[in-house]
């Protein structure tokens, strides 16, 4: 096990570069044994633990002034049971490294989100989702946990084998314990036909419960200060695959949505009202395309533009009349948003803290440039997600409390007494889950 103290260099700071911290120490467990005595020595030194992985969270959920995991040495897969369909990960493992082995192994997840940079220990802990009529978030496929609980000691469930925790820590924003490792269903590999299409706002909203009800896997982007959207419906398709070409995958997807669209928010930051202008053209600038492909080349994409993001989820029946709202309140507040606002949705779940608990849910993302100003945006745009109970993603930006978060949450009351009997003295404590928890 190595271990690096914090010194001048020794600050620690989030993709989206809105959240630092300095850690007392950190920690590169080499084994779940390490990784067990690490948890016992910050007891006993009185410092607080936290584990982060990519630092994809926009929120402080895996900050610390204590002692800080870093799980990238446990990596890599366990075990394949093809009986059970089932495939155990090291929780540091990239999702990234994950589907690319799945996939040389003829197996897939169901479902992904719409990046794969997250470990899966950091993408299932805070409720990393994609969009799904039947398939839920990719802590809806966990069917069974390994981790270390404040007194160093080992823990694994499953439905069958401490149920309880399992519930939970599916989704357990690091306040049961590390996450060491995690069993996920599989399924042989498959083809999905994607199609991606411009449409109209008030089509899309209008059309909606339709287009969900029509295809596995809907989404839509809204181009603020335009009414327009980019769909794209992802369905399982008996073949043959028909990837995107080479040179048609780099204009598209590196050369307009990544190097084109990092220049056009470059010009909006430095001159905002030329932003409504540059939303338009942008709107534009995708046309349609149809392809055909292995199942997390088609869920995920890159995304190298940096930004801040906040996401709620409302009960899906809401989502037009909350579009419809934010739309309006962009449309008369003066406010220059560059970024498209991302909609999907998922079935409901049983995972006690899941967006998704409980109801069936559509996510709302709003998104501002990294070094841009958002708090006024995220403000108007939080008012209106929570009039409608809205559910703050737990990796996102968001003001919500703990006071707030047990009215939406009808379970949130079976986590917080899990939480006391797994963690009582805090030692996975820090300023976030004080805040979405309580003390």
């Not at 002692?67 to 495939?87: E, F, Q």
């Not at 009414?227 to 695959?241: F, V, W």
């Not at 990837?243 to 990544?258: H, I, K, Q, T, Y």
Request: net charge neutral.
């Amino acid at each position: 096990m190595s271990s690096t103290a914090s010194g001048k260099n020794g600050t620690w700071r989030n993709w989206g570069g809105n959240v630092s911290a300095r850690p007392a120490r950190e920690v590169e467990p080499a084994s779940v044994d390490e990784l067990a005595a690490a948890v016992r020595q910050a007891a006993e030194d009185g410092l607080k633990v936290k584990a982060v992985g990519t630092g994809h969270s926009f929120t402080s959920i895996a900050a610390t002034d204590g002692v800080l995991i870093r799980p990238h040495l446990l990596t890599g897969i366990r075990n394949i049971d093809r009986d059970a369909m089932t495939v155990t990960v090291e929780a540091g493992t990239p999702l990234k490294r994950l589907n690319a082995a799945l996939a040389r192994e003829g197996l897939s997840m169901t479902n992904m989100g719409d990046i794969m940079e997250q470990t899966v220990s950091g993408a299932t802990s805070t409720g990393t989702h994609g969009t799904g009529r039947e398939s839920a978030s990719i802590a809806a496929q966990i069917r069974a946990l390994e981790l270390v609980t404040a007194d160093g000691s080992v823990l694994t469930c499953s439905e069958k084998e401490n149920p309880e925790v399992f519930a939970a820590a599916r989704t357990g924003l690091g306040a049961l314990g590390i996450v060491t490792a995690i069993t996920f269903a599989v399924e042989p590999v498959f083809l999905l036909t994607a199609r991606e299409e411009p449409m109209p706002l008030d089509r899309v909203l209008a059309d909606f419960d339709q287009l969900w009800a029509e295809n596995e896997h809907f989404e839509f982007y809204w181009f603020p200060h335009t009414g327009s959207t980019n769909t794209k419906r992802n369905n399982r398709s008996a073949g043959p695959a028909e990837p995107v070409g080479r040179m048609a995958g780099w204009f598209e997807d590196e050369f307009l949505s990544n190097g084109v669209f990092q220049v056009a928010n470059w010009i909006g930051r430095a001159a905002p009202s030329a932003i409504p202008a540059i939303a338009r053209v942008s709107s534009r600038a995708l046309s349609a395309r149809t392809y055909t492909d292995i199942p997390y080349k088609v869920f995920t994409s890159p995304r190298r533009v940096r930004f801040v993001e906040m996401e709620y989820a409302v009960p899906r029946a809401a989502v037009a009349e909350t579009l419809r709202e934010l739309k309006a309140m962009v449309d008369r507040s003066g406010l220059r948003v560059s970024f498209p606002v991302e909609v999907r949705t998922a079935p409901a779940d049983d995972i006690t803290l899941s967006t998704a608990s409980g109801r069936d849910s559509a996510y709302i993302a709003v998104h501002m440039f990294r070094g841009t100003p958002y708090q006024r945006y995220f403000t108007a745009a939080e008012h209106i997600f929570t009039a409608h109970e809205g559910r703050p993603h737990w990796g996102k930006v968001h003001t919500r409390d703990a006071e707030y978060l047990s009215r939406v949450y009808p379970r949130f009351g079976e986590f917080t007494a899990l939480r006391d009997r797994l963690d009582p003295e805090r030692l996975f404590q820090n300023g976030y889950l004080r805040r979405v928890l309580g003390e």
